[in-house]
């Protein structure tokens, strides 16, 4: 058995009379390149918040790195390794590229309860959230406010926080959603060049991007697990051409 | 692939960051002005005095208010708390040598900021801004009610305050102790609260105004922060009203009142938040502005500073400096070469 990174346990969320996720069954290994797609509306980033701890499962268990965190609130489960990003920004608007991924990486660090020194003092941090920033092709933005930045361009910052934070377990949830088309390989490559250790679930719309980049594709869809599997079986699936991939172009 | 010519460091805007910190030319002006004005203006050092502890307290408030987000009402609590520590001490003959004193009426308005804010923080916008109302109002009926102690309606009077450091006697007829006095403690607060805004501290408190469920999504104990800088400005708001206390040399219930919550809130909006100097310029242009209308207007002076209140809150969100700001980014738009 490879070893697993995040699982979930028969994990619903209902929301009033809608179960917008029922019953999931999932497991992401250790240096996992998953795909999860379905539809609009299938509960993806509903599965996501329960993942993250954003919300708490109706039912079930969410277990990262074999330990129960079902009960562990979001903060605490970031510090435990796993990292998102989030399909609408979340950002901080009003401050620059530079500071919103200095507070990522000073999270992580643990320093950020330091009152007596200056930020700009914490070089080794500068540099840190620098790399990012050039590594997401940001660095003529580096100085100027988040808010003042085109969305495509917010989306990288997105991707550049989430990776501050050196996480084990990356959740992206739809990163390239509003990145020209220009513009997206620059995602891409910045997926692409994360290291092996790190599991990567990633939900995406767009097929290609989703059979260039996923070793493992979950389907799912009215909050259930369709299907499961290579990218290889999932394109070969008749009954999953019907349900999505024939009408995923205009997701 | 493109070796990069300079180091991530050495990017212009990671410079600007990392020095970000550093004293700008104009930073000791405020300074020199309150000098100044000790030997300027020996009659209205009275006055003086009550600025100073008036910036004192905007500081306090900016630190919540313009850093951490947290919307206040009720910031008045904590100096009273302050005021009230230094003066029952002092009345009741249990404790008055004054920087003692102060520093006890930092840790009970801290305790008291502490307690409140482990409630009160759990909530967000009107919830929150009527919960500090509600503490404030509390206080302000407790030191009503027990009037043994706190004097009650009438306060408590010709406080015996000692000379300051056994040798600067505090004459309430020539405040000049006082004005000196509050004037040292105003600038080591601000040199702390300067200090705090551009650690990474602060900048986890600007990211939590900024988007607090983000920072929740970094792994940022938002609560356990909220709380820590909620403690600090109230230790802070408390010096600032054992200040008044000892310059004074009385205590009653305006320290506890609506009114002084109101009014370092709009002195810190007038002169614009956020902005650590905010809290200069809105006092400031705050008590000089009800000075000039009280004596043009005698009956009416609210009136104005309210109209002034609704033209800044509609045209300035950002206050006086917030417009210094703008007229700053014009002229060096101008100036610059496209
Ligand atoms: N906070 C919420 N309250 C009520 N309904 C919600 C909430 N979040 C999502 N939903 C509903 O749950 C379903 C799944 O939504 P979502 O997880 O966003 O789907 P997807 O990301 O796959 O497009 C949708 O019908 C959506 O309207
Ligand atoms: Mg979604």
């Known amino acids: ?251 | 692939m493109i070796v990069a010519a300079i180091k991530p460091t050495e990017h212009l805007a990671a410079l600007a960051f990392a020095g970000r910190h550093r004293p700008r030319v104009w930073e000791p002006a405020p300074w020199i002005f309150a000098i100044a004005f000790y030997f300027a203006f020996p009659n209205y050092l009275g006055f003086g005095t009550e600025l100073l502890v008036t910036i004192l307290f905007a500081l306090s408030l900016d630190l919540v208010l313009g850093y951490a987000g947290i919307i206040t009402l009720g910031h008045a609590a904590f100096f009273g708390a302050g005021a009230y520590t230094v003066g029952m001490l002092a009345y009741h003959g249990i404790w008055n040598e004054p920087i003692s004193s102060l520093m006890l009426a930092a840790i009970v308005a801290a305790l008291v900021g502490l307690g409140s804010g482990l409630v009160l923080l759990r909530t967000q916008g009107l919830t929150l801004l009527m919960l500090t109302l509600c503490t404030m109002a509390l206080l302000e009926e407790a030191a009503n009610l027990g009037h043994e102690y706190t004097g009650g309606f009438d306060g408590l009077a010709s406080l015996p305050i000692p000379p300051l450091l056994g040798l600067f006697e505090f004459n309430p007829l020539y405040p000049r102790t006082q004005y000196l006095y509050v004037l040292i403690v105003l600038f080591i607060a601000f040199l702390f609260v300067r200090t705090l805004i551009y650690s990474p501290f602060g900048q986890s408190l600007a990211g939590i105004r900024e988007n607090t469920l983000r920072m929740h999504a970094v792994g940022s104990p938002v609560r356990a922060r909220l709380i820590t800088c909620y403690t600090i400005s109230a230790a802070i708001a408390g010096i600032a009203g054992g200040l008044w206390a000892q310059a004074n040399a009385y205590v009653n219930l305006t320290t506890l009142s609506l009114d002084r919550a109101a009014m370092v809130l709009i002195a810190l909006i007038l002169g614009g938040y956020g902005r650590i100097y905010g809290g200069f310029v809105g006092a400031v242009a705050y008590m000089a502005l009800a000075h000039f209308l009280a004596k043009l207007y005698p009956t009416g002076w609210q009136l104005g500073l309210g109209l002034l209140l609704v033209v800044i809150a509609l045209f300035a969100r950002n206050g006086i400096l917030g417009i210094g700001e703008a007229l700053l980014r014009r002229i060096r738009a101008k100036h610059m070469p496209q």
Do not use: W
């Open chain 1, 1 to 251: 058995m490879t070893a697993c990174l995040l699982e979930t346990r028969t994990v619903s969320r209902n929301f009033g009379a809608l179960a917008a996720v029922s019953d999931v069954e999932f497991r992401l290994e250790v240096g996992a390149r998953h795909a999860l797609i379905g539809p609009n509306g299938a509960g993806k980033t509903t599965f996501i918040n329960l993942l993250t701890g954003v919300l708490r499962p109706t039912q079930g268990r969410v277990m990262l790195k074999g330990r129960d965190v079902t009960d562990i609130p979001e903060a605490q489960r970031v510090k435990l390794g796993i990292a998102r990003t989030f399909q609408i920004n979340r950002l901080f608007r009003g401050l620059t590229v530079l500071e919103n991924v200095y507070i990522a990486v000073s999270e992580r660090l643990g320093i950020a309860l330091d009152m007596f020194r200056p930020a700009g003092a914490r070089r080794d941090v500068i540099e840190e959230a620098m790399h990012l920033i050039a590594a997401l092709k940001l660095e003529d933005d580096t100085g100027r406010r988040v808010s003042e930045l085109p969305y495509g361009r917010q989306r990288l910052v997105e991707i550049a926080i989430a990776l501050g934070l050196k996480p084990e377990v990356l959740l992206l949830d739809e990163p390239a959603a509003g990145v020209p088309s220009a513009e997206s390989h620059i995602i891409l490559d910045a997926i692409g060049s994360l290291s092996e250790q790190i599991g990567v679930l990633i939900i995406e719309h767009d097929m290609d991007v989703v059979f260039r980049f996923a070793e493992r594709i979950t389907v799912m869809v009215g909050g259930r697990i369709f299907a499961e599997g290579t990218p290889k079986e999932i394109a070969a699936d008749p009954e999953i051409r019907a349900v999505y991939l024939g009408q995923a172009y205009h997701g």
